[in-house]
């Protein structure tokens, strides 16, 4: 019979865990699919073990992380989890404090390979133009970023791109004077939640155009779900509208930059030259005309 196919097991292993970590029952609620790898590789003595090992090398509170998110981890040995830790300091050339909190924060990083963690830094770097540098503290803030596939980054890494593009006085100047902490959530946002930003820009530009008035990329990522669908009813209409051309890959690379200077016959909008007069100034600030507009209504 396998391990995890015992009731009896499972309490086993889930109250050796809370006494060890001393953690309350609520708190031990980890993902049924990381549970059973770990009950189906484990007995009770070994996991007593690894746990009083990994307690002393890494910290109680570490391990605590450990057991509640991402508990199949423990089925590696502590040589190989302390391995690994060791592969990601050298690679990422982190201290071992933000390594270890890096840790707390996504236990899954654990599982990742210090080849995989280096190619997401190197992507991060190249596709957001920014230093080694400022990648890596990104990256210490959110560590969920090195678990994502390359595609996935990328394709956010566009959706911002295009955010920046259709406002570069205000979206692309945020993204350009962002903080590794702030750039790094938003990378962490879903692609439908950053799809927020294009559909916000559509609202502003059919509603009066009052640019100066539009909300900032991380206010608007960052908005509880509720009151964003409360606010805008039609958004999950619109979402699963383009669904499909989505999935199967049938979006058009969107045309601006949000980096530098653009040349002078190049168009923010449209991405070519005299095809769309821009509604606002450089740097999202009216007209004398427009404000003028502003102030009747």
């Not at 097991?9 to 770990?38: C, F, M, T, V, Y």
């Not at 503290?137 to 596939?149: H, R, Y």
């Not at 820009?201 to 409360?230: D, E, V």
């Amino acid at each position: 019979m396998p391990v995890g196919a015992s009731p009896c097991r499972d309490i086993e292993l889930r109250l050796l865990l809370l006494r060890q970590l001393d953690l309350h029952p609520e708190e031990l609620r980890p993902a049924p699919g990381s549970w059973r790898k770990l009950m189906a590789s484990i007995t009770p003595a070994a996991l007593d073990n690894r746990v009083s090992e990994l307690r002393e090398a890494l910290g109680v509170e570490a391990v605590r992380h450990i057991a509640r998110r991402c508990p199949h981890v423990l089925q590696l040995t502590t040589e190989r989890i302390l391995s690994r830790l060791a592969d990601l300091n050298l690679r990422l050339g982190l201290p071992r404090h933000q390594l270890v909190a890096a840790v707390c924060r996504f236990p899954g990083l654990l599982s990742l390979t210090s080849e995989a963690a280096g190619g997401r830094v190197a992507l991060l770097v190249q596709q957001l133009g920014k230093s080694e540098d400022f990648v890596l503290a990104m990256v210490v803030s959110q560590p969920v970023l090195l678990c994502l596939s390359r595609a996935t980054l990328s394709y956010r890494i566009g959706l911002l791109h295009e955010a920046g593009s259709m406002l570069p006085g205000i979206w692309g100047a945020e993204l350009t004077s962002a903080a590794p902490s702030t750039l790094g959530r938003l990378l962490r946002c879903s692609d439908p939640v950053l799809s927020r930003l294009t559909w916000t820009y559509l609202r502003t530009a059919n509603n009066g155009r009052k640019f100066h008035r539009i909300r900032s990329m991380s206010t608007i990522c960052c908005q509880p779900a509720a009151r964003w669908h409360r606010e805008n009813p039609l958004f999950r209409e619109w979402l699963e509208a383009g669904e499909r051309d989505r999935r199967e890959g049938r979006v058009a690379p969107w045309p601006g930059w949000w980096r530098g200077t653009p040349p002078a016959e190049v168009d923010w909008w449209r991405g070519a030259s005299g095809q769309l007069t821009t509604t606002t100034t450089s740097g999202g600030q009216l007209t004398p005309e427009e404000e003028e507009e502003d102030e009747e209504d």
